[in-house]
């Protein structure tokens, strides 16, 4: 099948204008694409590095359709979108992934029955949508649990642990009657990642694999090469490549997932776009995820994902401003610590203010200086 790409001087149309899509849009100037993005939110991390900024609400069809009119492609940072703000988009424009991809990357029960027929490896789970059903979900999966809403969750929020089947009255009255999903709890002694990409005409490439470390159920590091045998990393790409084969997406996809003590390996969740696990890839991959996605969406061959240096990446949340500006200076002393800010003007507690990556030889003294650099941010403050 030969397939026409959209060329750098095409206009590619952003749904989502935060720190994802600033740094898409980064990475497709300086292929010398040209950038449109959309979100409700004025004066957003993206729209300062977009030429074209259209603030308004995802069910204004008239307005998105205004802002499809203007691009050759729509992608996403963001997978939230209503199902009518990306077919307005296809009316004008490829949209890459497509609906069928955001309708199941959506909803958790979607996502998980999707995996679980095609036969890849996922933690017991069962939809809920009453205290009855609930109880009976623990009596047939078994406590400890998660019961999480089915839409809309993110950085464990609409989460609720169960210790035991006592604890379901609480956890039913917690997710407010919306539709859930009750999943066996993972006994896991790693968190990765997995983020690949695919072309119009089949090519995969996935990046190697990153591990995890939340805090407050927040990305807090990453990084990679992930500490796991060649032979889970091999198991934990060839799943990622394989669910990109079957959910047929044109663009990239990020696989979370779950090592479990038993040596398995389980995916947790699917997002359609770019993600924070991957944001290493700017200082330490060959391409970056963010170049990925945009050669991916335009149909242009996909680059090397091989990384240059083991690295580590820190996020930087609003709380690091607590008491002033951060010491920006302090982190910079160490060379190979590179700042990355999403120029968001108001620093909340939990808010993605930017991250740090830092290179090394190896991994552990990639991790060492990331958060030392990370460290030195508030220590001016904090000594006494
Ligand atoms: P999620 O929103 O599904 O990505 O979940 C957020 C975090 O909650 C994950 O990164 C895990 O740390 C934890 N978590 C989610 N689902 C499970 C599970 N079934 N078992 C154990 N931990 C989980």
Same mark, same amino acid.
């Given at each position: 099948?030969?397939?026409?790409?959209?060329?750098?001087?095409a206009?590619?149309?952003?749904?989502?204008? =935060?720190?994802l899509?600033?740094?898409?849009?980064?990475?497709?100037?300086?292929?010398?694409? =040209?950038?449109?993005?959309?979100?409700?939110?004025?004066?957003?991390?993206?729209?300062?590095?977009? +030429?074209?900024?259209?603030?308004?609400?995802?069910?204004?069809?008239?307005?998105?359709?205004?802002?499809?009119?203007? $691009?050759? $492609?729509?992608?996403?940072?963001?997978?939230?979108?209503?199902?009518?703000?990306?077919?307005?988009?296809?009316?004008?424009?490829?949209?890459?992934?497509?609906?069928?991809?955001?309708?199941?990357?959506?909803?958790?029960?979607?996502?998980?029955?999707?995996?679980? +027929?095609?036969?890849?490896?996922?933690?017991?789970?069962?939809?809920?949508?009453?205290?009855?059903?609930?109880?009976?979900? $623990?009596?047939?999966?078994?406590?400890?649990?998660?019961?999480?809403?089915?839409?809309?969750?993110?950085?464990?929020?609409?989460?609720?642990?169960?210790?035991?089947?006592?604890?379901?009255?609480?956890?039913?009255?917690a997710?407010?009657?919306?539709?859930?999903?009750?999943?066996?709890?993972?006994?896991?002694?790693?968190?990765?990642?997995?983020?690949?990409?695919?072309?119009?005409?089949?090519?995969?490439?996935?990046?190697?694999?990153?591990?995890?470390?939340?805090?407050?159920?927040?990305?807090?590091?990453?990084?990679?090469?992930?500490?796991?045998?060649?032979?889970?990393?091999?198991?934990a790409?060839?799943?990622?490549?394989?669910?990109?084969?079957?959910?047929?997406?044109?663009?990239?996809?990020?696989?979370?997932?779950?090592?479990?003590?038993?040596?398995?390996?389980?995916?947790?969740?699917?997002?359609?776009?770019?993600?924070?696990?991957?944001?290493?890839?700017? +200082?330490?991959?060959?391409?970056?995820?963010?170049?990925?996605?945009?050669?991916?969406?335009? =149909?242009?061959?996909?680059?090397?994902?091989?990384?240059?240096?083991?690295?580590?990446?820190?996020?930087?949340?609003?709380?690091?401003?607590?008491?002033?500006?951060?010491?920006?200076t302090?982190?910079?002393?160490?060379?190979?610590?590179?700042?990355?800010?999403? =120029?968001?003007?108001?620093?909340?507690?939990?808010?993605?203010?930017?991250h740090?990556?830092?290179?090394?030889?190896?991994?552990?003294?990639?991790?060492?200086?990331?958060?030392k650099?990370?460290?030195?941010?508030?220590?001016?403050?904090?000594?006494?």
């Amino acid at each position: 099948m030969s397939i026409k790409p959209i060329l750098p001087g095409a206009r590619i149309g952003v749904l989502g204008s =935060g720190q994802l899509g600033r740094m898409l849009a980064l990475s497709a100037r300086k292929l010398g694409y =040209g950038v449109a993005v959309y979100s409700p939110e004025a004066n957003s991390p993206a729209s300062a590095v977009a +030429d074209i900024d259209v603030v308004g609400d995802y069910l204004d069809l008239p307005r998105i359709h205004e802002f499809a009119k203007q $691009v050759e $492609v729509v992608t996403f940072e963001f997978e939230n979108v209503p199902h009518d703000a990306a077919k307005a988009c296809a009316e004008h424009a490829a949209v890459r992934p497509d609906g069928h991809v955001l309708h199941v990357s959506q909803n958790r029960l979607r996502e998980k029955s999707f995996l679980k +027929d095609k036969g890849f490896p996922t933690t017991p789970f069962q939809r809920v949508t009453s205290l009855a059903e609930l109880e009976q979900a $623990v009596a047939t999966i078994g406590a400890p649990g998660v019961l999480k809403t089915a839409s809309f969750g993110y950085d464990g929020k609409g989460q609720m642990k169960l210790k035991t089947p006592a604890d379901a009255t609480k956890a039913w009255e917690a997710m407010k009657g919306v539709e859930s999903i009750y999943e066996g709890f993972v006994d896991f002694v790693k968190e990765m990642s997995v983020i690949g990409a695919r072309t119009l005409d089949g090519q995969v490439v996935t990046f190697p694999v990153f591990e995890n470390d939340h805090a407050n159920h927040i990305l807090d590091i990453t990084f990679a090469p992930a500490a796991i045998s060649s032979e889970l990393a091999d198991e934990a790409r060839k799943i990622a490549q394989g669910i990109l084969e079957k959910l047929n997406v044109v663009g990239l996809l990020t696989v979370e997932m779950f090592l479990t003590r038993d040596g398995r390996v389980l995916v947790n969740e699917l997002a359609p776009r770019t993600h924070n696990s991957g944001h290493l890839t700017i +200082d330490a991959c060959v391409t970056s995820q963010f170049e990925q996605q945009v050669r991916a969406v335009c =149909g242009l061959p996909l680059g090397s994902t091989d990384m240059t240096k083991p690295a580590a990446m820190a996020n930087l949340l609003g709380h690091l401003w607590e008491y002033g500006e951060p010491d920006w200076t302090a982190a910079l002393q160490d060379p190979l610590v590179k700042l990355h800010l999403y =120029g968001k003007r108001e620093a909340r507690v939990g808010r993605k203010m930017g991250h740090l990556t830092a290179t090394g030889d190896t991994v552990e003294l990639a991790i060492e200086r990331v958060k030392k650099a990370r460290e030195a941010l508030t220590a001016k403050y904090t000594a006494k």
